[in-house]
């Protein structure tokens, strides 16, 4: 019994020494376990964190692009090339949000590429912007003349018209100027035996006139051209009608755009040497009414001399 105790000591110390030594393994495994698990967190996360913000440097990158766009198409430059980058730097973040073998090295390089275009381009804008800065500028200038000579071409415009107005005044003028002149006016009224009687100046009774001689003069005037003229005669009884009869003579003729009627016209061979002419009007049976009458003489649209005479 004695010879056997030493050998179970023996045997529980050796078991003792293992299990020591396994439990010793055991947790250097396990502490080995543990630190491989926190470098691959440690590495995972790292990654995360490298893809996040690579994400979001090409999402900067997108913005910036649209805004080139934006503004290169506004200044009127060709926006194609920068369409075609735009659609590369969509495929590179879809293939980024895939996640599968991603080389951010890789990305690192693209991203560097496409903000050496943007900076590029930035240069590109500049110089739109100074062309499009010399283009406003010409075509302010050209603006600018073109209202001058707008300007200039109402201006003359205006002048023409003024030249044309004052000519045509002169031109009124001297027609004016040039129309006949009938002056010194007298009315005699005539009975059926041919006796006259002056009505210019004394009244004369309706039953002893039978016609109307009527003399006036026509004076020199150096620009009337000397040529047949028509004149037109209208005697106006007491109440301003008229005396016509167009079966006996009388008509019509225009007055500054209006039609009048005229009692009697004749034909005048003017010699511009003061001229002394006669007409006589026979209105027939009809009797002059009582009152003062006036006689108006028109000649070529202008009325050129006036006189009267009275009925009792």
Avoid: C, H, W
């Avoid at 698990?37 to 090409?58: C, S």
């Avoid at 390089?109 to 903000?115: G, L, P, S, V």
């Avoid at 006589?280 to 009325?303: A, C």
Wanted: no cysteine.
């Amino acid at each position: 019994m004695e010879n056997n105790k030493p050998r179970a000591n023996g045997a529980l110390v050796a078991a003792l020494v293992i299990m020591t030594i396994l439990a010793g393994v055991s947790s250097y495994l396990l502490y080995e376990q543990k630190e491989v698990g926190k470098n691959q967190e440690a590495t995972i996360a790292t990654r995360v964190e490298e893809l996040a913000t690579t994400r979001t440097r090409l999402d900067s990158i997108s913005t910036a692009l649209d805004a080139k766009i934006a503004e290169v198409q506004k200044l009127g430059g060709d926006i194609t090339d920068l369409q075609r980058v735009k659609e590369q730097l969509e495929r590179d973040k879809a293939t980024l949000r895939k996640g599968q073998r991603i080389s951010i090295a890789k990305y690192e390089a693209k991203i560097k590429q496409y903000e050496a275009y943007l900076v590029e381009k930035d240069t590109l804008i500049a110089q739109l912007r100074t062309e499009n800065q010399v283009l406003l500028t010409n075509n302010q200038t050209l603006t600018d003349a073109n209202t001058t000579l707008q300007t200039e071409k109402q201006s003359l415009q205006d002048s023409v018209t003024n030249i044309a107005t004052v000519n045509k005044d002169l031109s009124e003028k001297v027609t004016r100027a040039a129309a006949l002149k009938a002056q010194n006016v007298r009315v005699f009224a005539l009975n059926s035996r041919g006796k006259q009687r002056d009505a210019t100046e004394d009244q004369v009774k309706s039953k002893r006139v039978d016609k109307l001689k009527v003399v006036y003069t026509l004076p020199e005037n150096p620009l009337t051209k000397q040529e047949e003229k028509e004149v037109y005669v209208r005697v106006l009884d007491p109440t301003g009608a008229v005396v016509s009869d167009m079966a006996n003579g009388s008509g019509t003729f225009q007055v500054n755009g209006q039609e009048q009627i005229y009692t009697v016209k004749q034909t005048v061979p003017f010699t511009n040497n003061n001229q002394n002419v006669e007409l006589t009007y026979n209105r027939g049976t009809v009797p002059y009414k009582p009152g003062k009458y006036t006689i108006e003489f028109y000649s070529e649209g202008f009325r050129i001399g006036e006189g009267s005479f009275a009925i009792k």
